[in-house]
């Protein structure tokens, strides 16, 4: 199967992504705020993250653009399966994004790709593992917000 000239004539152009931020953290934190992303600019982002509960307790990650924790905003749907299981389910009153969450020691990883264009509904699909064997959840969410 052909997809493409092997030798190109011409100026080869093509969207790409490139990275905009990137850290590792060295002790525990319960924000972390990326700034400087312009979403009228780039229009999407992919975000990937591992997380691990550092707490004695369990913890939920939400994603909040401009730390908007306006009630009633935020709307999840979600497939997910664990072991042999598979289940849906709905929220409309989450403090963000759902972005994983994890009991104590937990590792969670999560890739989410984000529109952010100011007019349109921001659309939030994600691919999120937990456990990495035991839960794969895979929820779509929006921001209720055209600002």
């Known amino acids: ?77 979600s497939l997910y399966g664990i072991d042999s299981s598979l289940s849906a389910g709905r929220s409309t009153s989450n403090a963000g994004i759902y972005q994983s969450e994890g009991d104590p020691g937990e590792t969670s990883a999560a890739r989410t790709l984000i529109y952010a264009k100011t007019g349109h509904i921001r659309l939030f699909i994600a691919n999120i593992a937990r456990n990495v064997v035991a839960v794969i959840l895979l929820p779509s969410e929006f921001i209720n917000v055209l600002t």
């Open 1 to 77: 199967m052909k997809i493409g000239n092997k030798y190109p004539l011409g100026d080869v152009k093509a969207d790409c992504w490139q990275i905009e931020y990137d850290s590792t953290l060295t002790s525990a934190a319960t924000t972390v705020t990326i700034s400087g992303l312009t979403g009228d600019t780039a229009e999407e982002y992919t975000l990937i993250v591992r997380e691990k509960v550092g707490s004695a307790s369990a913890a939920t990650y939400y994603v909040r653009p401009n730390n908007d924790n306006t009630t009633g905003i935020y709307s999840l749907q």
